[in-house]
């Protein structure tokens, strides 16, 4: 039965909503580690994390005391002008991309590191082409969605950026051929998420950045829902040995406030004052958040601690014996159990059954829980599954 509180809140988003989100009819009040409470206090363990964004936890203590501390301090300050706050994450990140990474455009979402990475490329090169792979997710603004694949998402707002080409993700010989004279850059995600949880081949990015320095491009790899420590490394292209020459980060970065960055290494040059910028980007309060979240993730070992719960988890997945399943894949705990039909009924039993998760396409369950979950809740998590999707293992 519905209360007359969850009632008005349903009326009042329903009433003013644009439409562009499809929402579940849960009304999600507070957040604690790995579980939320909905406006019934119906309590969930959150696979869904706010698409990966609460990586360190719902409400973590250690950001919610850094942002009580910055807010009453600075809550603004544009980059005209130099900041502590500032300063303090960008030696922070500094610290924990991948070497050769030193320089940092700060921004406030996913798709804006994507668009500032496209912008940068174009710039520093001189080209207009960009390639990117088939299934690849990039964002929803103009330049992100052409990087985009997806029909569904790319067909209503064409005529998109021009000179963007997609190939298929893995295949370094479409690559290989796509990458010419003109292209500026190649942007890949080291694991597909929106597009199925499609991990990279072994090989396959090496080879990417082979093709990238043989032809003058610059290597992007967009890092916005792998990073910091989703993969069981703090960033997924360590786990492939590559050098990326911009990383684009945002998600899990705020512990939960929106923050971007992209990462620029030296074969980026430094660009004019003017040329690309924004108002919020860089802002203190979001910055002592993101630095509080990822102190947070170094002191804890929390890539570590994904690796391992993750290869734990993903075994326990693929010994379920269920006609429904056709492959359980990821990495760290970022997993995808694709099915042999639609999952949206699938996600809403799972949600009765008391776990919030994800699509990821038509037909992949896509699992992103905070990085702090206990093994106690992957447990209740993969009871849930075998429950919803029928274990025949017995």
């Given at each position: 039965?519905?209360?007359?509180?969850?009632?008005?809140?349903?009326?009042?988003?329903?009433?003013?909503?644009?439409?562009?989100?499809?929402?579940?009819?849960?009304?999600?009040?507070?957040?604690?580690?790995?579980?939320?409470?909905?406006?019934?206090?119906?309590?969930?363990?959150?696979?869904?994390?706010?698409?990966?964004?609460?990586?360190?936890?719902?409400?973590?203590?250690?950001?919610?005391?850094?942002?009580?501390?910055?807010?009453?301090?600075?809550?603004?300050?544009?980059?005209?002008?130099?900041?502590?706050?500032?300063?303090?994450?960008?030696?922070?990140?500094?610290?924990?991309?991948?070497?050769?990474?030193?320089?940092?455009?700060?921004?406030?979402?996913?798709?804006?590191?994507?668009?500032?990475?496209?912008?940068?490329?174009?710039?520093?090169?001189?080209?207009?082409?960009?390639?990117?792979?088939?299934?690849?997710?990039?964002?929803?603004?103009?330049?992100?969605?052409?990087?985009?694949?997806?029909?569904?998402?790319?067909?209503?707002?064409?005529?998109?950026?021009?000179?963007?080409?997609?190939?298929?993700?893995?295949?370094?010989?479409?690559?290989?051929?796509?990458?010419?004279?003109?292209?500026?850059?190649?942007?890949?995600?080291?694991?597909?998420?929106?597009?199925?949880?499609?991990?990279?081949?072994?090989?396959?990015?090496?080879?990417?950045?082979?093709?990238?320095?043989?032809?003058?491009?610059?290597?992007?790899?967009?890092?916005?829902?792998?990073?910091?420590?989703?993969?069981?490394?703090?960033?997924?292209?360590?786990?492939?040995?590559?050098?990326?020459?911009m990383i684009c980060m945002s998600k899990a970065m705020g512990?939960?406030?929106?923050?971007?960055?992209?990462?620029?290494?030296?074969?980026?040059?430094?660009?004019?004052?003017?040329?690309?910028?924004?108002?919020?980007?860089?802002?203190?309060?979001?910055?002592?958040?993101?630095?509080?979240?990822?102190?947070?993730?170094?002191?804890?070992?929390?890539?570590?601690?994904?690796?391992a719960l993750g290869a734990e988890f993903a075994a326990r997945?693929?010994?379920?014996?269920?006609?429904?399943?056709?492959?359980?894949?990821?990495?760290?705990?970022?997993?995808?159990?694709?099915?042999?039909?639609?999952?949206?009924?699938?996600?809403?039993?799972?949600?009765?059954?008391?776990?919030?998760?994800?699509?990821?396409?038509?037909?992949?369950?896509?699992?992103?829980?905070?990085?702090?979950?206990?093994?106690?809740?992957?447990?209740?998590?993969?009871?849930?599954?075998?429950?919803?999707?029928?274990?025949?293992?017995?």
């Open positions: 039965m519905i209360d007359r509180v969850t009632d008005r809140v349903f009326g009042v988003e329903d009433a003013h909503a644009t439409g562009v989100h499809k929402k579940r009819k849960i009304v999600l009040v507070r957040g604690a580690g790995a579980r939320v409470w909905d406006s019934q206090g119906r309590e969930y363990i959150d696979c869904n994390a706010g698409h990966g964004v609460a990586l360190v936890g719902h409400s973590n203590d250690r950001v919610v005391e850094a942002v009580k501390t910055q807010v009453e301090r600075m809550i603004t300050c544009p980059e005209t002008f130099y900041n502590d706050a500032r300063a303090a994450l960008i030696s922070l990140l500094s610290e924990v991309v991948p070497r050769g990474l030193d320089r940092f455009f700060l921004c406030n979402s996913g798709t804006e590191a994507v668009e500032a990475a496209i912008k940068f490329a174009r710039l520093s090169t001189g080209r207009p082409g960009v390639v990117a792979a088939m299934r690849g997710f990039h964002g929803r603004t103009m330049g992100a969605l052409s990087a985009t694949w997806e029909q569904k998402y790319r067909k209503p707002f064409e005529p998109l950026v021009p000179g963007f080409t997609h190939v298929p993700f893995g295949s370094t010989e479409d690559l290989e051929r796509a990458v010419g004279p003109d292209t500026a850059a190649v942007i890949v995600e080291p694991v597909q998420g929106e597009g199925g949880v499609h991990v990279a081949p072994q090989g396959y990015l090496q080879k990417t950045q082979e093709i990238c320095r043989n032809s003058g491009a610059l290597l992007i790899v967009d890092e916005v829902q792998t990073g910091f420590g989703r993969t069981g490394r703090m960033f997924a292209c360590e786990h492939f040995d590559v050098s990326p020459d512990g939960g406030l929106p923050v971007g960055a992209v990462a620029l290494g030296s074969r980026v040059p430094a660009m004019p004052p003017g040329v690309h910028g924004n108002t919020f980007g860089g802002n203190p309060l979001a910055c002592a958040a993101a630095r509080a979240a990822i102190e947070y993730i170094r002191e804890n070992d929390l890539p570590a601690r994904a690796a997945l693929k010994s379920v014996k269920s006609p429904l399943i056709r492959e359980v894949r990821g990495l760290g705990l970022m997993i995808g159990i694709e099915l042999r039909q639609k999952s949206g009924p699938y996600l809403d039993a799972l949600a009765d059954a008391g776990v919030l998760a994800l699509p990821a396409g038509a037909t992949v369950i896509r699992l992103l829980p905070p990085l702090v979950i206990t093994r106690e809740e992957l447990d209740f998590v993969a009871g849930a599954l075998k429950e919803v999707l029928g274990d025949h293992s017995r």
